[in-house]
């Protein structure tokens, strides 16, 4: 059964910082990752997604790498600002069925 | 293009009682999935249907039920409500082309209190 983990649960840091949230899967038999934001009350955004032939994606001040044989991905936010305060998920799709498996979210605050 | 509606955005009910969500999905997208968030679960996997058919489905008791129109849209079911089913009750839709593990688009939620 495909777990997948998020660490830090929480993170509070300084505007202008550049910052890395963690996400591990323990089955590596994946067809693609996804990284989502959830600010409060609200349904989710996709942000990015990695297929599994694929080993980071790009979008603005968002980076995402996957490394499928360690289980692992992280997603690289630049220069934060306060708006990315949200609850960031990660969430893979594997061999299981067409459904997400979902880590437990990073909650983000980025202080002015 | 518009994005994924919910309705109702709110609901309240009692026990026992029983309620239907709907979903309209993305223009195009043929795949509807619902998912459960609780703060003790997190997000939980419900159903996937994809061309009014149920293609997978969570591990969840047979309260909850669910089916897809021929115009993709899905309504979700829970009869018999437990305090327990309060919840934000979130739909994602994807798979344009009938494929497999599309990327995902979701709603807004419906917010679910159980008195």
């Known amino acids: 059964k495909q777990e997948v983990t998020q660490i830090p649960a929480a993170l509070s840091v300084p505007e202008g910082e550049n910052l890395v949230l963690n996400c591990s899967f323990t089955?590596?038999?994946?067809?693609?990752l996804q990284w989502f934001r959830q600010d409060p009350g609200k349904g989710l955004t996709s942000l990015l997604l990695?297929?599994?032939?694929?080993r980071e994606q790009t979008s603005g001040r968002l980076n995402a790498s996957l490394d499928k044989s360690s289980g692992r991905s992280t997603l690289y936010i630049a220069a934060s600002q306060p708006g990315d305060s949200a609850t960031y998920l990660c969430?893979?799709?594997?061999?299981?069925?067409?459904?997400?498996?979902f880590g437990g979210g990073t909650r983000l605050m980025v202080k002015p | 293009k518009a994005g994924v509606t919910q309705t109702p955005r709110y609901l309240i009910k009692t026990r026992g009682q029983q309620v239907t969500l709907s979903c309209s999905p993305i223009?195009?997208?043929?795949?509807v999935s619902w998912y459960q968030q609780t703060p003790g679960q997190g997000l939980q996997f419900l159903f996937e249907?994809?061309?009014?058919?149920?293609?997978n489905k969570g591990n969840f008791p047979g309260r909850f039920s669910g089916r897809q129109f021929s115009n993709s849209r899905s309504e979700m079911n829970v009869s018999t409500l437990e305090l327990g089913d309060s919840a934000l009750y979130l739909c994602?839709?994807?798979?344009?082309?009938?494929?497999?593990?599309?990327?995902?688009?979701f709603g807004p939620g419906t917010r679910l209190t159980v008195l």
């Open positions: 969430a893979v799709f594997n061999n299981a069925g067409n459904m997400l498996t």
């Open positions: 994602a839709s994807g798979a344009p082309s009938g494929g497999w593990a599309d990327e995902q688009f």
């Open positions: 223009s195009g997208h043929r795949s």
């Open positions: 249907y994809f061309s009014e058919t149920q293609r």
């Open positions: 990695i297929q599994s032939s694929q």
């Open positions: 089955d590596s038999a994946i067809y693609n």
